[in-house]
């Protein structure tokens, strides 16, 4: 069994900054991708950034200069530091891995985060 587990959200004024977590735990073989996504009301779940397992990194020009996506392998964490938050970037965040499990056989898939709250407002 894999989960993954969010942290950090919360409310912040425009131009602040919040860090997110998101640990994975469980029967882990192997993480490969690592990413952060968001939704609001009414639209489609879009992706804010993405890591993979060779640290290679791409963003949503929305959030290029202003969000930075890191990872730590040892602990199959991954961070979104946002930087200069805007109304715009309230949302629910989602943090995704694909994982490798072993048992009871080899199996790659997608995991979700269970979401975090982010509000910026004044």
């Known amino acids: 069994q894999v989960q993954l587990v969010e942290s950090g959200g919360g409310l912040v004024q425009p131009g602040g900054s919040l860090r997110l977590s998101c640990a994975a735990s469980?029967?882990?073989?192997?993480?490969?991708?690592m990413g952060w996504y968001r939704q609001t009301p009414g639209n489609e779940r879009e992706l804010v950034a993405g890591?993979?397992?060779?640290?290679?990194?791409n963003y949503a020009d929305s959030v290029k200069g202003r969000f930075t996506i890191s990872r730590d392998a040892a602990k199959n964490t991954v961070y979104l530091q946002m930087n200069s938050l805007k109304p715009e970037d309230t949302a629910v965040y989602y943090c995704?891995?694909?994982?490798?499990?072993?048992?009871?056989?080899?199996?790659?898939?997608?995991?979700w985060g269970q979401g975090t709250q982010v509000t910026v407002s004044s």
């Open positions: 469980g029967s882990i073989f192997r993480t490969n991708t």
């Open positions: 890591v993979t397992s060779g640290d290679n990194k």
């Open positions: 995704k891995a694909t994982i490798e499990t072993l048992r009871p056989s080899w199996r790659i898939r997608d995991y």
